[in-house]
């Protein structure tokens, strides 16, 4: 059975969510992200441990594709110069990045795995 942490954004008094549906959860592989684009946002899916997390698809160190990057232990290491960053809080553990990934919440319904952007930046 597969988990997410979903949350919610409360902005005031409105809670301002923008959900985009973005794969199912066959599509992803555990040792590696799923890739997927919502308009110019580029997302990298995970599966640790039966829990969907959704990240940034572009790296904190020089903006590269995390496509083929490689998943262990909660982490994603980038393929080009191996920063490696926790998936849960996007936080950089190890390598040359110094900035990390955006994270963003995700849900699951009946398999299908959907990612809210309402906090996206627009430098993605
Ligand atoms: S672009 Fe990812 S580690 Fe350099």
Redesign the pocket.
């Known amino acids: 059975m597969y988990t997410t942490q979903e949350e919610t954004h409360n902005t005031g008094d409105q809670v301002m969510a923008d959900w985009h549906k973005i794969a199912t959860i066959d599509e992803i592989d555990p040792e590696e992200p799923l890739i997927v684009s919502v308009g110019d946002t580029v997302i990298a899916v995970y599966s640790v441990e039966a829990e969907i997390f959704a990240t940034s698809g572009i ?1 904190g ?4 594709c995390l496509e083929g990057g490689y998943v262990e232990d909660g982490t994603v290491e ?1 393929p ?4 490696v960053f926790n998936i849960k809080t996007g936080e950089p553990i190890e ?3 110094a900035d990390p990934i955006q994270t963003y919440p995700v849900k699951l319904d009946d398999g299908a795995i959907s990612v809210d952007l309402a906090d996206r930046k627009e430098a993605d």
Do not use: F
């Open positions: 790296c160190h020089e903006a590269e980038c080009y110069h191996s920063a390598g040359p990045s």
